[in-house]
């Protein structure tokens, strides 16, 4: 059913764009084979897409060429959603105005049509999500982002001020073409000399295979206090039997998951203590927070793991002694544009916490907007993959205290 929808789908927006552009076409009297070539090529990527669906389904770790062809099926339907909508919208005030002349204006005059040059800026302007998507898809996808970000916690000790913890989130390898890419974010990470390494959840899209793309350098990321993890939701969209395998093929790679758990790290005599719970968000209810909780000293600095900032959001802030909580899963919503200087960010439609680092109270939530995608392989605009640097730091009471002053 899931896919007899979705190629319906796809054939009402090639039908409703193309059928459109035709009209416009042949009002012009232009080359009949401009809106041909554009039947042909949607029966070529509709036919395409039907095993090449099927194989990314089915396949943990598709080769290397069915997911450049999964990427040109994205380009060439994606882009035209937007130009979907935009027709709809402008057929459906066509119609309202005519029922409205038809009742209410007795003359014989016809209502002014759109001027021709209005409509040829319109197809022009259609290009723009095209050349938007494969940008983004050649460009920014891959163009990673570190992010370097002070955290004030009041209770760290004087020995601990300066650590350095690296968070990477969401690495979904299916989005990577090569194992390459993951190579690059190893290098990186590595070069940033981190005291801590942490990844916040999802690594992978919904099975275990698909961390074989990039586990060799998974493996190898080394930090002198250790390699943490907490499950995401993506981790979960498995059988139970899968799961587990998931879990044992991250471990085997040298991450401690933290699994509604905690640890307490000494480092340089001082005390660090560190949680990870598990998914509840999105219909899932594996996070048990008072055990992840149990036994934690409120007077020792706690950095909590916990993949989806809705759930520090409804089961931690405020109740849960957490300084600093490090977050994934909105991926920033692959989409930030700007438009003559104002910032779009469709994110922040469906989440209040969505991106960068916020504080309710004394109390710190970092999210981070990932490394890989879901739905559509592409970043646009100023959404690019990321890698955090977080640098924790003791408050400066002398400056406090002359503020006060």
Not at 61 to 82: A, D, G, Q, R, T
Not at 121 to 132: H, K
Not at 188 to 208: E, M, R
Not at 380 to 398: Q, V
């Amino acid at each position: 059913m899931f896919f007899i929808f979705v190629s319906a789908t796809l054939i009402l927006i090639d039908t409703y764009t193309i059928g459109s552009f035709q009209k416009f076409i042949k009002k012009r009297g232009a080359n009949p084979w401009y809106y041909r070539s554009l039947w042909i090529a949607a029966a070529f990527f509709f036919i395409m897409s039907i095993p090449v669906n099927n194989i990314r389904f089915s396949n943990p770790n598709p080769e290397y060429y069915i997911k450049v062809f999964s990427s040109l099926i994205f380009i060439w339907y994606l882009p035209k959603l937007p130009i979907f909508i935009v027709l709809i919208v402008k057929d459906i005030i066509r119609l309202m105005i005519f029922v409205v002349s038809k009742i209410f204006i007795r003359s014989k005059e016809k209502i002014a049509k759109v001027p021709s040059r209005w409509a040829l800026a319109g197809w022009t302007l259609a290009l723009l999500p095209f050349i938007l998507y494969i940008y983004s898809s050649a460009v920014t996808t891959n163009d990673y982002e570190v992010k370097e970000v002070e955290v004030t916690l009041n209770n760290l000790p004087d020995n601990l001020d300066g650590l350095r913890i690296a968070q990477i989130s969401d690495l979904h390898p299916p989005s990577f073409f090569s194992a390459d890419a993951f190579w690059e974010v190893r290098q990186i990470i590595q070069s940033l000399d981190p005291d801590i390494i942490v990844i916040t959840g999802d690594f992978v899209n919904n099975h275990p295979g698909e961390l074989d793309l990039i586990y060799d350098d998974l493996s190898q990321l080394k930090a002198p206090h250790g390699v943490y993890g907490c499950i995401g939701n993506h981790d979960h969209y498995m059988t139970d039997e899968l799961h587990q395998i998931l879990i044992s093929k991250i471990e085997n790679a040298g991450i401690d998951l933290l699994i509604n758990e905690n640890i307490t790290l000494n480092i340089k005599g001082e005390k660090l203590q560190l949680a990870g719970v598990d998914n509840s968000s999105w219909q899932l209810n594996y996070g048990d927070y008072d055990k992840t909780f149990y036994g934690l000293s409120e007077y020792n600095p706690t950095i909590l793991l916990c993949h989806d900032p809705v759930d520090w959001q409804n089961h931690v802030k405020g109740k849960y002694n957490a300084d600093l909580t490090l977050a994934g899963h909105t991926h920033g919503g692959q989409v930030g544009i700007d438009i003559f200087g104002h910032e779009l960010y469709p994110a922040v439609l469906a989440y209040t916490y969505w991106r960068g680092l916020y504080k309710e109270g004394s109390q710190y939530l970092y999210v981070n907007t990932g490394l890989g995608t879901v739905g559509p392989p592409v970043r646009i605009g100023h959404i690019r993959p990321e890698i955090t640097l977080l640098t924790l730091k003791k408050p400066d009471f002398m400056a406090s205290n002359i503020d006060v002053l």
